[in-house]
């Protein structure tokens, strides 16, 4: 079956500018992660939506990032005023439960 | 808080030699354990978990760990490498037991240079 996909592959922009990137989960799974990996930071928890509940938004960097999930499926992480240090691959996982993450291939986002 | 430590950032070995890339995590509380791997330009793809029940556990590509509660560990084991599994390891643990959100808690991953 399908697995998770995040688009756009690649991103580069420029400074200062905002930035969307997006996560289509496997279907039925009502859980869903944001994850970051950085040569510097290593892989480091985002965000992470179940079902309706409130999500938790305990690993976002700074208040410029920002994400949703509409209808319980698709999701959107945003970065506004992107900086330098933003520049990473940012990974989407998702799970039925919680137990078992099946991530997508990521976004490499480069900021000039 | 949680913790995982790859003990090893690189492990060069030859082809059809063992390996065990070696995990610490630190946790007062039960935990999920997964080994992920990372080949270049890719996602993650699960190699194998510990959930509960038996702590040998069996994963893909000729894959296993063992989870040892005693040394809060679970080391990856393969007894003959072959030049594909050359790749980045990842060893995670899950705050299910704490926060009951499964983020997961990273090391800082172990690449495994497989050599003919």
């Known amino acids: 079956g399908a697995g998770v996909s995040q688009s756009p592959s690649n991103k580069v922009t420029e400074k200062g500018k905002d930035v969307e990137l997006r996560c289509d989960p496997i279907s039925g799974h009502t859980a869903l992660y944001w994850y970051r990996q950085s040569l510097g930071q290593g892989l480091e928890f985002l965000i992470y939506f179940q079902g309706n509940s409130a999500p938790d938004k305990s690993g976002l960097p700074s208040d410029r990032f920002s994400a949703e999930r509409t209808g319980g499926s698709v999701s959107t992480l945003t970065i506004q005023r992107t900086q330098q240090e933003d520049s990473a691959v940012y990974l989407c996982?998702?799970?039925?439960?919680?137990?078992?993450?099946?991530f997508g291939p990521g976004t490499r986002l480069t900021v000039l | 808080a949680q913790s995982v430590t790859q003990l090893d950032s690189q492990v060069p070995v030859f082809e059809e030699a063992p390996v065990e890339l070696r995990c610490n995590y630190s946790s007062s509380v039960s935990v999920y354990l997964f080994w992920y791997v990372q080949y270049p330009n890719q996602g993650l793809q699960l190699l194998l978990k510990?959930?509960?029940?038996?702590?040998l556990v069996k994963g893909i590509n000729g894959f296993e760990a063992e989870f040892n509660k005693s040394q809060t560990s679970f080391h990856l084991r393969k007894p003959s490498v072959h030049i594909s599994d050359t790749a980045e390891y990842f060893c995670a643990v899950s705050d299910f037991g704490s926060s009951n959100t499964g983020k997961l808690i990273f090391g800082q991953g172990t690449t495994l240079q497989v050599k003919p």
């Open positions: 996982a998702s799970s039925r439960q919680t137990d078992t993450q099946y």
């Open positions: 510990y959930l509960s029940g038996s702590t």
